[in-house]
């Protein structure tokens, strides 16, 4: 993961793209030899790692702490669900680009009031949000078909995919490689998208804006709206995820974004690493195998997976893994990971020096 | 007159202000917390409600409602000091997220562990106060025996806490550590026994109100609390996370307004009633209704 994590330094973004082509091609390939059961489960994660993107950037870049990115995704996903479920043949793309928009919408109405907050307050106003908009969806039943949700069947394979990748393997296996290679390769584009807005000038502004804001408006930046614009962008991204998500599990109910989802996020965002873009891809693939991380805890521990205990075992992990993170490595993996190469690099010019003498 | 006591509006005052206290009460808890370590605890509505479910084993094994009380109120108590010194000591002086992410992550792992010992079914307390209303020329007055009681508990523990921190020397010492550490330092006070004291006091406080709703006719489950703490985090932040006052008059605002949402609009609209409320009051007064501090304005 160090070379990902090395991507700050190198300044190009041509550099930039050939780096994500690789990862995801990589990611292609390994979705051939995955079983179906893997192949959904990576699906999942491309799709939260593009919604720990948009949290990285902005609790990590903007300093901003939200606690209702698991809001900005239910907004997307039921503006996607509301319309996959009317109109099954749009395409995918357009549905996509109608929840990110939405989300982004959402990210506006949030982020603008934000503005005027800080730390507790804004941790505290994002999960009143995102608390609230649950029981929305169970208001407006005849859009959003209440306590039972929406049903819809968007993701079809193509022919062309059945036929090539189907012969070797069964139809189920070619559609679940299907949605996990359609998830991956829009991960890869949100990544590559998020990799360059990290370095660009709102990005540098942003990062200013979080370590002195006086500064920053001295310097002429205006506050506001680049903290609502950090808002927004985290929204949509958010929003995008969330949709892709509910489309890959061709279902939306309000169960589907309770508040212990934006534990699950902040978890994952902060085991990755605040602020890094392998941290965000790092949760990403922690959460697809999280599953088979609870089950490794339940078999090593004798606890029945089926039993009340071994249900809420994933909420008693990903808890305790925050906390501990926080207390003990606040840095996340990828923290740790860039830590070992620099101390590495030290070294080695250590040596290169006592050479010369 | 009569007429009056039991209309609809009366009603709702009567549901909103009880349910109001409840807020309070839980905004009080975190603006003690706020003014002494200057965290804001996510996890004090889960540490309520797991010293109010040790509290429910108790009854089964047949003790009274106040013995109850009493053992949830000190388990809460207990396990906010316990807090303090191992999950929050350590990040003083760290990033303002590190305390947020540790008590969000803490949240979690509360009410899953709840949820694994007694499922996630709602469990109730028998209080010795009638649920029944009262009633009024053959009208039903939306009062009842338990709300007067709920009503006057949280009231009473106002009033402690209020003169706690008003007359007595550790109330002193509380306030002379939040405000200036380093000065009350100096003068002998040992400010690190101050904030742990802070914290257990605050969960007590949280722990009556978690009690004062399992004891209600709606009940208590594990993640109950979280819409409690939604509500109470923005009682306090209306007044201004200083303020005792305002964090209990934010929670009775709070409680109204979510009471006259659901009964003219829909319960499920209700939570937006809060948002609305704290926007609207932090686009007048960023930094609180009631502070007299100035807020940093950039």
């Known amino acids: 993961m160090n070379w990902l994590g090395s991507l700050r330094k190198q300044e190009t973004t041509h550099a930039r793209f050939i780096c994500v082509l690789g990862l995801t091609i990589l990611a292609l390939v390994v979705t051939i030899f995955l079983p179906p059961v893997a192949d959904s489960q990576l699906a999942s994660g491309a799709a939260i790692t593009i919604v720990i993107l948009g949290l990285s950037w902005l609790i990590g870049w903007s300093g901003q702490i939200s606690l209702g990115n698991s809001g900005f995704m239910a907004v997307g996903a039921y503006a996607a669900g509301i319309w996959a479920h009317h109109h099954a043949t749009t395409p995918l793309v357009f549905t996509l680009l109608l929840a990110t928009v939405a989300g982004a919408f959402s990210g506006l109405v949030v982020g603008i009031p934000s503005t005027r907050l800080r730390g507790p307050y804004l941790a505290g106003m994002t999960l009143a949000f995102a608390a609230a ?7 407006f039943t005849s859009m959003t078909g209440g306590e039972g949700g929406l049903f819809f069947n968007t993701l079809t394979t193509p022919k062309w995919f059945l036929h090539q990748f189907g012969g070797i393997n069964a139809a189920i296996n070619a559609n679940a490689q299907w949605s996990a290679d359609l998830a991956v390769v829009i991960a890869g584009v949100m990544f590559f998208f998020m990799a360059n807005l990290f370095h660009s000038r709102s990005g540098r502004a942003m990062r200013l804006v979080r370590d002195n804001d006086v500064a920053a408006e001295l310097m002429g930046i205006n506050l506001p709206r680049t903290r609502t614009l950090a ?3 985290a929204a949509a991204f958010a929003g995008l995820g969330g949709a892709l998500f509910t489309l890959l599990n061709a279902t939306v109910t309000p169960e589907t974004f309770p508040l212990t989802l934006s534990i699950t996020l902040l978890t994952l965002m902060v085991l990755g690493g605040i602020g890094t873009l392998s941290g965000a891809v790092i949760g990403g693939i922690i959460y697809s195998f999280s599953p088979n991380l609870v089950s490794y805890v339940n078999s090593l521990t004798g606890v029945n997976p089926s039993s009340n205990l071994g249900a809420n075992m994933q909420g008693i992990i990903f808890g305790s893994l925050l906390i501990l993170t926080m207390l ?3 840095r996340g993996i990828a923290g740790v990971g860039l830590k070992i190469k620099h101390s590495l690099q030290s070294r080695r010019k250590l040596e290169s020096v006592e050479n010369v003498n | 007159m009569s ?3 039991t209309s609809a509006f009366m009603h709702n005052i009567f549901g909103g202000l009880a349910q109001g206290v409840i807020y309070s009460l839980v905004a009080l808890s975190l603006v003690i917390i ?3 370590t200057h965290v804001l605890n996510f996890a004090q509505g889960a540490m309520a409600m797991l010293a109010t479910y040790i509290g429910m084993t108790q009854i089964d094994r047949g003790i009274g409602y106040w013995w109850c009380l009493v053992i949830s109120v000190v388990v809460g108590m207990v396990f906010g000091g316990v807090t303090e010194r191992v999950l929050i000591r350590p990040l003083y002086g760290k990033p303002e997220i590190n305390p947020i992410v540790v008590m969000v992550g803490f949240l979690g792992v509360i009410e899953a562990v709840a949820t694994a010992i007694w499922t996630s079914t709602t469990r109730n307390i028998a ?7 009262f009633q009024s020329h053959g009208n039903l007055v939306y009062l009842s025996p338990f709300i007067i009681f709920q009503v006057i508990l949280a009231v009473v523990i106002m009033l402690l806490v209020a003169a706690l921190f008003r007359f007595t020397k550790l109330g002193l010492q509380l ?3 939040a405000l200036a550490p380093e000065v009350a330092r100096l003068l002998g006070v040992r400010v690190n026994r101050m904030l742990t004291i802070g914290w257990i006091l605050s969960a007590g406080v949280g722990a009556i109100a978690a009690v004062i709703l399992a004891s209600g006719s709606f009940g208590l489950f594990p993640t109950d609390m979280d819409g409690v703490f939604v509500a109470g985090f923005i009682a306090a932040a209306v007044g201004g996370l200083e303020s005792p006052i305002g964090a209990i008059a934010g929670g009775l605002l709070i409680g109204l307004a979510e009471q006259f949402i ?9 939570p937006l009633g809060g948002i609305i409320i704290l926007v609207v009051a932090l686009m007048i007064r960023p930094q609180g209704i009631f502070t007299r501090t100035v807020g940093r304005r950039v």
Do not use: D, G
């Open chain 2, 34 to 36: 706020w003014q002494s």
């Open chain 2, 175 to 177: 306030r002379a550590s």
């Open chain 1, 133 to 139: 908009i649950t029981p929305l969806a169970q208001n």
């Open chain 1, 328 to 330: 003990f490595a606040p």
């Open chain 2, 127 to 133: 209080a010795p106060f009638s649920q029944v209303f």
């Open chain 2, 262 to 270: 659901l009964a003219y609009w829909s319960p499920n609209v209700a």
């Open chain 2, 3 to 5: 007429s009056f006591l």
């Open chain 1, 231 to 233: 808002f927004v962008v």
